[in-house]
């Protein structure tokens, strides 16, 4: 089977298994489970939670930490998933070095990917004996969706015979006429909302390491006002050292309607970025090419306002929480194909 399709295959599964982690993780932290099991890789020394159960030596080891069956049975069908995700990825890796002569993708994207991954999995056990350290979980967020970026962008990049590259280049054609200034400058203001969207991203693991986003559950207002009191000087404070327990939070309520309210800023900030760069391929006959791509910029956008709305305004079911975090993922997505249609000539 040629290597483009192994290829191909991979990078689909890769794309797929990887949202699918990401959400996991949200879920896993929304359930209060991410210390379900209190070691890593393991869960208390055994690789299922049923042989932690059926070992009383191995619970004992961990006196303050009693298993709770449901919490380490979420916590490792996520380890699961992101093991069998970085095989996935040794896969893409092993494929991309011995087919370097034919040159199918990035040899150093593809090992930059690699890199990517084992970071990733290094702060997946730094968040576990931490326990919850809120700099370390924001991290973990922000490594798992620039691993699930780079993964769609190296699906994207794909030859002309794989997956959605010929649609692509299609795109490519179509937006190529359109003269150098509005593909530049498309390009430019698709640069600036991935930018605002990744900051927005880090704010939102950062409220939701925090425990903040109860701060304020009335909107658009925040506790009754538009600019409630907030404790911004200890709101931003990145470390806060070791042997503390971080689940539930450590802050005061005023640092974390700071936060909160900073979440909220940064989210109309990137709303209005991601719209300007999408109503600019829109309003621009040359760039037809990208016009899917921003309307699914745009569908995304409303997408992720209305589930951050309504999370608050029904008082933050688990559900409306956990579909926040694909949120952001599908508009990052959304954002980067948009990005890569750009980047095509």
């Known amino acids: 089977m040629p290597v483009a399709l192994w290829m191909r295959r991979l990078a689909v599964a890769g794309v797929l298994l990887c949202f699918i982690v990401v959400v996991l993780g949200a879920y896993v932290r929304l359930t209060a489970a991410g210390l379900g099991c209190p070691d890593w890789p393991g869960c208390y020394g055994h690789l299922t939670p049923p042989g ?13 930490r009693p298993l709770g069956l449901g919490k380490a049975w979420r916590e490792m069908i996520h380890r699961y998933a992101a093991g069998a995700l970085g095989l996935v990825i040794l896969g893409v ?11 199918p993708v990035s040899l150093p994207f593809t090992l930059a990917l690699f890199a990517t991954v084992i970071v990733q999995a290094a702060l997946g056990m730094l968040t576990v004996t931490w326990q919850l350290e809120p700099l370390i979980v924001t991290l973990h967020l922000l490594f798992g969706l620039t691993t699930l970026g780079l993964l ?61 986003a109860v701060a304020c559950l009335d909107f658009p207002t ?24 971080y689940e ?37 006959r040359g760039l037809s090419g990208a016009r899917l791509r921003a309307w699914a910029v745009l569908g995304a956008l409303g997408l992720q306002l209305l589930i951050g709305m309504s999370m608050v305004l029904k008082a933050f079911p688990l559900w409306l929480a956990t579909a926040h975090t694909a949120g952001a993922a599908l508009l990052l997505l959304a954002t980067l194909a948009l990005l890569r249609c750009l980047t095509t000539r």
């Open 52 to 64: 932690a159960e059926h070992s009383p030596a191995a619970q004992a080891a961990y006196g303050g």
């Open 93 to 103: 890796t092993a494929l991309a070095i011995s087919a370097r002569r034919q040159r």
């Open 222 to 245: 925040c506790q009754g006002v538009w600019w409630p009191h907030g404790d911004y000087r200890n709101a931003f404070v990145l470390w806060r050292g070791l042997n503390i327990n």
């Open 152 to 212: 769609w962008w190296l699906m994207l990049s794909l030859p002309s015979s794989s997956w959605g590259a010929t649609a692509l280049k299609s795109a490519g054609r179509k937006i190529s006429g359109g003269g150098a200034l509005p593909i530049a400058s498309a390009h430019q203001l698709a640069l600036v909302g991935l930018a605002a969207l990744a900051v927005q991203i880090a704010l939102g693991g950062w409220t939701s390491s925090n425990y903040a």
């Open 248 to 284: 539930g939070g450590v802050l005061d309520n005023p640092a974390r309607t700071a936060i909160h309210v900073t979440h909220r800023l940064g989210a109309l900030v990137a709303a209005v970025a991601l719209t300007l760069a999408a109503l600019f391929v829109l309003r621009r």
